[in-house]
């Protein structure tokens, strides 16, 4: 098989690898953003109250991140099926 007639390429491959990764950023950063705020808002209201609680900053955290997963989860469900049936689209031209 010539290059350029179809088949597994590495660009190709990298192409695809850099896609997924992509798509795994996009796909948590609304989460991990969420969290971060979070976390920092509680951090700043500790260290303003002195109350040094530990798992006062894991219940809200939790709380805020299903909260975005379920509010996101249309759009979260949307991009990955998108990117699987491009993918999907593509294999009768990789594998000839």
Not at 11 to 17: D, G, H, P, S
């Amino acid at each position: 098989m010539r290059r350029g007639e179809g088949g597994i390429t590495d660009t190709l491959v990298i192409q695809i690898a850099r896609e997924a990764i992509w798509h795994v950023l996009l796909l948590s950063l609304p989460v991990l953003g969420v969290s971060l705020l979070v976390g920092l808002v509680i951090s700043i209201l500790q260290a303003t109250t002195q109350v040094q609680e530990q798992s006062l900053t894991f219940v809200p955290k939790i709380f805020a991140v299903f909260v975005t997963l379920a509010v996101l989860a249309p759009w979260l469900v949307k991009v990955m099926l998108n990117f699987t049936t491009r993918l999907y689209a593509r294999l009768p031209s990789i594998l000839q």
